[in-house]
């Protein structure tokens, strides 16, 4: 079901000084950036080997990362594992009772798919998975 790591999210209070932030510190440059309106976030990611480091800016306090920046503040919001078939694998965790924040996959960025499992059912980490196209 799993095939790799495809990126961890961190979500951060300023974009820009982050993305900054991580190239003078680490010295690394990102990869790709793309706002997601339907997702309320702005995103940079940075590769780091077959994965990536996702930077998440919230477009607004009333978004997911916006309410997650105002109740614990900046951090390591989800880990997004890549599967093969996104439907078999929300399948598979409907089968073993494993709580979905989506039933069915969505448009993720980078032209992806991708879907959120509830963090109570994963050790309370928020889980997405992402299936390239």
Not at 9 to 22: P, Q, R, T, W, Y
Not at 93 to 104: N, P, S
Request: hydrophobic share 40%; no cysteine.
């Amino acid at each position: 079901m799993i095939l790799d790591i495809d990126h961890v999210g961190i979500a951060v209070s300023d974009l820009d000084e982050s993305v900054e932030h991580h190239r003078r510190t680490l010295g690394v440059e990102p990869t790709h950036r793309e706002r997601v309106e339907d997702q309320g976030v702005e995103e940079v990611l940075f590769a780091v080997g077959t994965s990536s480091i996702q930077l998440l800016g919230a477009l607004g306090s009333d978004t997911p990362v916006g309410r997650f920046l105002a109740n614990r503040g900046p951090g390591i919001h989800h880990i997004a594992y890549r599967v093969d078939d996104l439907v078999e694998a929300l399948a598979r965790l409907r089968a073993e009772g494993v709580r979905l924040v989506d039933e069915v996959p969505r448009k993720g960025s980078r032209g992806t798919l991708i879907a959120f499992v509830h963090p109570k059912d994963m050790g309370a980490v928020l889980v997405e998975l992402v299936q390239d196209r």
